[in-house]
T-cell receptor, first 112, second 112 residues
Framework: NAGVTQTPKFRILKIGQSMTLQCAQD?????MYWYRQDPGMGLKLIYY???????DKGEVPNGYNVSRSTTEDFPLRLELAAPSQTSVYFC???????????FGPGTRLLVL | RKEVEQDPGPFNVPEGATVAFNCTYS??????FFWYRQDCRKEPKLLMS???SGNEDGRFTAQLNRASQYISLLIRDSKLSDSATYLC?????????????FGSGTRLQVQP
């Protein structure tokens, strides 16, 4: 099992550019999540999904979009990147709502 | 008031010392509680769940106090490898959000 994988590991974007952060899990988990972590801060939930075709907003969804067409994949789309989106992005998955979340290694994004 | 609050530290302790962290949460209907560990520039990983009766895993002991709305983590016989940030995580299920809420973390530095 690869667990939760994320690509790319690091990316530099110019203001106004767009990109998709990829996330995949091979544990057949129903729940998937996207978080961002700013330096010295806790994780903030961006979006989550409880299953294929179902997504919902978290605490900080503005400027992002997600889709969940399969159980395995949960890409995060950034439209019109802004310097405020400079952060580390973590994808996570869990079997159920109260179950342990397993995290990917993260994507470091720098918007200049 | 933050939903989940932690002392950011850092806690600087010598090897072999016992150290304890507390975490307070605001929602009395919170349902599940965890401690995660995050090493520098790495993803969070589950350290242990926290059960109502308290639980122990080797040198680590977790306690839950629902009346006062806090959880604690006790580390005995600290090792250099325990140096990390410890994240308190609470499932605020009653808010309608289905994901976990993370504290900002407490940084522990164990010194030789």
């Amino acid at each position: 099992n690869a667990g939760v994988t994320q690509t790319p590991k690091f990316r530099i974007l110019k203001i106004g550019q767009s990109m998709t952060l990829q996330c995949a899990q091979d544990m057949n988990h129903n729940y998937m999540y996207w978080y961002r972590q700013d330096p010295g801060m806790g994780l903030k939930l961006i979006y989550y999904s409880v299953g294929a075709g179902i997504t919902d907003k978290g605490e900080v969804p503005n400027g992002y979009n997600v889709s969940r067409s399969t159980t395995e994949d949960f890409p995060l789309r950034l439209e019109l990147a802004a310097p405020s989106q400079t952060s580390v992005y973590f994808c996570a998955s869990s079997f159920g709502r109260r179950e342990t979340q397993y995290f990917g290694p993260g994507t470091r994004l720098l918007v200049l | 008031r933050k939903e989940v609050e932690q002392d950011p530290g850092p806690f600087n302790v010598p090897e072999g010392a016992t150290v304890a962290f507390n975490c307070t949460y605001s929602n009395s209907a919170s349902q599940s509680f965890f401690w995660y560990r995050q090493d520098c520039r790495k993803e969070p990983k589950l350290l242990m769940s926290v059960y109502s009766s308290g639980n122990e895993d080797g040198r680590f002991t977790a306690q839950l106090n629902r009346a006062s709305q806090y959880i604690s983590l006790l580390i005995r016989d600290s090792k250099l490898s325990d140096s990390a940030t410890y994240l308190c995580v609470v499932n605020l299920g009653s808010t309608g959000r289905r994901a976990l809420t993370f504290g900002s973390g407490t940084r522990l530095q164990v010194q030789p």
